[in-house]
C-alpha cells in the first residue's frame, strides 16, 4: 500500500514576485498517518498544500506520492490519489445540484452510471449529508456546505485526504460532528489548521511551519508542551492544555489525577470546559 | 443589493428545473438544440413589419411549457428581466419610420410603430424558447448536444465556463457592491474613481476565485469534458419530435395562418 505516502525533499518555492514562500521543507507522512500543518498567517501552509497535488511546481525539491515523484506525466495518477478539499466549500461545489456536485469526480473517472449512483450515494452517507441530495448547493449551511466538499472527494476513493482549515467557521456543534467523521477516515491525512484543540484530537504528528521552514516535527502533545517553540512561531497551546480559567488547572491534569467530588465544583465546570472545546 | 442577488438565485432556478424527470427532459437533447434553431431562425426571418404571421409560433412555447412541467410565472418574469434589451433596440423605429401603415378610423399607425412591435414579439419569442429550452434540458446537456452535432471542443468548453463564471462574478460583484453601499451612507452616484477602482477589482478577484474553482475542477478529473447523467440515444419519439416540429414550423414561416383563417372566415360570411 505503498501509494499512500506523501513524501516532500527539500523544497523551495519563490512567488514570481519574489516573494519566498517556501525554503527548504522536508517531511514523510507514512500511510495512515494523520499528520496536521500548523503554523502563523503566512507560513506557507497554502502553498505548500498547492504542491501537494502539482498545482505548483516547486522552484528546487521534490514532491513523491505513494511511488512517483510528481511529474506533468504522473500528475492525472496524483490528483486520483490525493483528494483535497479546499479551504472555501464555495469553491469547491460548483454543479446544479449535490448530486450532481458528488457525481461530477466519479464521471470523470469514466464510471459507469450505476456504479457512479453508488459512490455518491456512498460518499454522502459518509458524511451524514444522503438527505441533502437534491439541494442545490448554495442553499446549504455552512457545515453542510463542508460536509458535501468532503463527500465530493471521498467519492474519487483517494488514498490520501489533504484539508486546509476543516473546521474554519463552523458553529462548535458542526465542528464536533466534522472531527467525529474525520476520525472514522482510514485515510492518510494532512490538514492544516489554526484549530489547534482539532489537532490535538485527531492528530498523531505535528508539523509546525514557520517563514517557509519546517521548525518541528513531532507528536502534538509533546508539540504543545514546547511552549517557546509555540511562541516563536506565533502559535499558543490548544485550549484544553492551557490552565483552567476559574482554578488553572488543565483538562488533562485533572484527567490524569481523581479529583475529589466536591473539590469545588471542578468536575463540573471541566465537564462543561471539555465540552465546548 | 439584495435584488441582484436575488434575481441571480433565481437564475440559478433554471438549472434545477432542468432535473426535472418529464418525457420532454428525457428526450436527446440533440432534438432539442435542433428545434430550437429551426424555432429561432423561423421567427427570425420574417419580414420587417411582419406581426400577425408569428402570433401561432406562441403555440410552440406554449405546449413545451405544459408538457415540461415548467412554473409560467417564473418564465414569464426572465423574459420581462431580458426584454428592457429588446425595447431599447427598436425604441428609435416609430421616430425615424413615420410612413402611415395601418389605418384604424382615425388613427393612423406608422411603420415604426409595427417594426417596433415586431421586434419587440421576436424577442419575446426568441429568448423565451431558449430559456423554456435550457429548463427542459440543462445549460451542460445542451452544450453537450452541440458538441456532438460537430461543434468544436474548444467553444463548448468556452461556453460552459462562461456560463459557470457568470455566477461567479455576479456572486463576487454583489458583495464588493454591499460593502460599497456599506460605507457610502446612502450617497447616491458613484464617482468615477471609485467605481474604476471597483470594477478593476472585482475582475482581480473573479479571477483568482475562477482559478480555485478550477483547481478544484482538476483535483476531481476534469480533462475538458462535461459529463452528462442520462445516456440519450437518437430515436424515433427524436425523428418524430425534430422533423413534426420544424415542419410545423416551417409551414408556420410560409402560411400566414391568422390571416389564412381570418380570409377564409369572411368568405363563409359572406
New interface residues.
Given amino acids: 500500500m505503498s501509494h499512500h505516502i506523501v513524501e516532500v525533499k527539500d523544497l523551495h518555492f519563490t512567488y514570481p514576485d519574489n516573494t519566498v514562500a517556501l525554503n527548504g521543507i522536508s517531511f514523510r507522512v507514512h500511510h495512515g498517518e494523520a499528520a496536521a500543518i500548523i503554523g502563523a498567517n503566512g507560513a506557507g501552509k497554502s502553498t505548500l498544500l498547492l504542491h501537494l497535488?502539482g498545482?505548483l511546481a516547486p522552484t528546487r525539491g521534490q514532491v513523491r506520492v505513494g511511488d512517483f515523484p510528481l511529474t506533468k506525466e504522473t500528475l492525472?495518477e496524483v490528483?486520483?490519489t490525493v483528494?483535497?478539499v479546499?479551504q472555501?466549500p464555495d469553491?469547491?461545489l460548483?454543479m446544479?445540484?449535490v448530486y450532481?456536485d458528488v457525481?461530477?469526480?466519479p464521471?470523470?473517472?469514466g464510471l459507469s452510471?450505476e456504479e457512479?449512483e453508488t459512490r455518491v450515494k456512498e460518499s454522502l452517507a459518509l458524511v451524514g449529508a444522503e438527505h441533502l441530495m437534491?439541494k442545490?448547493p448554495?442553499r446549504l449551511s455552512g457545515g453542510e456546505k463542508r460536509r458535501v466538499a468532503i463527500a465530493?472527494?471521498l467519492a474519487?476513493s483517494p488514498s490520501i485526504l489533504v484539508m486546509d482549515e476543516p473546521t474554519a467557521g463552523l458553529d462548535p456543534y458542526a465542528r464536533r460532528q466534522l472531527i467525529a467523521i474525520l476520525k472514522e477516515f482510514k485515510h492518510t491525512r494532512i490538514f492544516t489548521s489554526h484549530d489547534l484543540d482539532m489537532v490535538l484530537e485527531l492528530c498523531n504528528r505535528v508539523i509546525v511551519m514557520h517563514e517557509g521552514i519546517v521548525k518541528a516535527d513531532g507528536p502534538p502533545t509533546e508539540i504543545f508542551r514546547d511552549d517557546a517553540l509555540l511562541a516563536s512561531c506565533h502559535l499558543e497551546r490548544p485550549f484544553s492544555m492551557q490552565g483552567c480559567p476559574i482554578c488553572s488547572g488543565t483538562v488533562e491534569a485533572l484527567k490524569q489525577r481523581i479529583i475529589h467530588p466536591d473539590d469545588h465544583h471542578h468536575n463540573d465546570h471541566h465537564h462543561d470546559h471539555d465540552d465546548h472545546h | 443589493m439584495t435584488s441582484i442577488e436575488g434575481a441571480l438565485?433565481d437564475f440559478?432556478r433554471l438549472?434545477?428545473l432542468?432535473?426535472g424527470d418529464t418525457a420532454l427532459h428525457r428526450l436527446d437533447p440533440r432534438a432539442k438544440v435542433l428545434v430550437t434553431l429551426v424555432f429561432i431562425i423561423s421567427v427570425v426571418s420574417f419580414g420587417k413589419y411582419e406581426i400577425s404571421a408569428m402570433v401561432p409560433f406562441f403555440l410552440f412555447p406554449v405546449i413545451i411549457v405544459s408538457l415540461g412541467d415548467l412554473p409560467v410565472s417564473y418564465i414569464v418574469k426572465k423574459i420581462a428581466l431580458l426584454s428592457p434589451f429588446a425595447l431599447i433596440v427598436g425604441i428609435f423605429n416609430p421616430v425615424f419610420d413615420r410612413q402611415i401603415l395601418v389605418q384604424m378610423g382615425p388613427i393612423g399607425i406608422s411603420g415604426g410603430w409595427v417594426s417596433f412591435a415586431s421586434i419587440f414579439l421576436r424577442a419575446v419569442l426568441t429568448v423565451g424558447v431558449a430559456l423554456i429550452m435550457v429548463g427542459v434540458t440543462?445549460f451542460s446537456e445542451g452544450c453537450n448536444a452541440l458538441e456532438r452535432m460537430g461543434l468544436p471542443k474548444a467553444f463548448v468548453v468556452q461556453l460552459l465556463f462562461l456560463y459557470?463564471y457568470i455566477f461567479v462574478l455576479t456572486d463576487e460583484g454583489a458583495r464588493t457592491a454591499r460593502a460599497r453601499e456599506l460605507r457610502t451612507f446612502g450617497r447616491k452616484g458613484m464617482e468615477m474613481k471609485a467605481f474604476a477602482s471597483l470594477v478593476g477589482n472585482l475582475l482581480l478577484r473573479t479571477w483568482e476565485?475562477a482559478e480555485?474553482?478550477y483547481?478544484?475542477?482538476?483535483?476531481?478529473?476534469?480533462?475538458g469534458?462535461f459529463?452528462v447523467?442520462r445516456?440519450y440515444s437518437f430515436g424515433l419519439k427524436e425523428i418524430v419530435f425534430t422533423f413534426g416540429w420544424s415542419f410545423l414550423f416551417i409551414f408556420f414561416r410560409q402560411v400566414n395562418v391568422p390571416w389564412f383563417l381570418g380570409s377564409f372566415f369572411t368568405e363563409l360570411l359572406r
Fill in positions: 497535488n498545482f492525472p490528483r486520483r483528494g483535497m479546499f472555501d469553491d469547491q460548483f446544479p445540484t450532481d457525481a461530477f469526480g464521471l470523470n473517472l452510471c457512479v437534491g442545490p448554495y465530493t472527494v474519487m | 438565485l440559478k438549472d434545477r432542468a432535473t440543462g459557470r476565485r480555485r474553482v483547481r478544484a475542477m482538476l483535483c476531481r478529473g476534469f480533462n469534458e459529463h447523467r445516456s
